[in-house]
């Protein structure tokens, strides 16, 4: 069965950055899409970014764009995402997702996929 696996997750201080990977066994779904999603104590799970394995397209949520930056490499069916200039509300569980294949676009909404990793805690101190 897929496995997602991610690393990378730690305590850092605010305005300092953190590089989550996440690899994927077992999976090579065409046309698929890979991504991150975050969850705070108390808050509802929140689409972070994505990207399409089909042509690279990626899409961020509105609190990381221009700070988080979402990549992959098929060779080694790892999704990455480097994040800088954290901030505390930065702080949650960041999990891995990646969608059955077939698609034509990736949504920042977690229905859109079926496979999801355990988790790498964030923590952002101010």
């Known amino acids: 069965q897929v496995q997602l696996v991610e690393s990378g997750g730690g305590s850092v201080q605010a305005g300092g950055s953190l590089r989550l990977s996440c690899a994927a066994s077992?999976?090579?779904?065409?046309?698929?899409?890979m991504g991150w999603f975050r969850q705070a104590p108390g808050k509802e799970r929140e689409g972070v970014a994505v990207v399409y394995t089909g042509g690279g397209t990626t899409d961020y949520g509105d609190s990381v764009k221009g700070r988080f930056t979402i990549s992959r490499d098929n060779a080694k069916n790892t999704v990455y995402l480097e994040m800088s200039s954290l901030k505390a509300e930065d702080s949650a569980m960041y999990y891995c997702?990646?969608?059955?294949?077939?698609?034509?676009?990736?949504?920042?909404?977690?229905?859109?996929?079926?496979?999801w990793g355990q988790g790498t805690q964030v923590t952002v101190s101010s």
């Open positions: 077992r999976y090579s779904a065409w046309r698929s899409c």
């Open positions: 997702a990646a969608s059955e294949g077939g698609k034509w676009s990736c949504p920042l909404a977690d229905y859109a996929y079926k496979y």
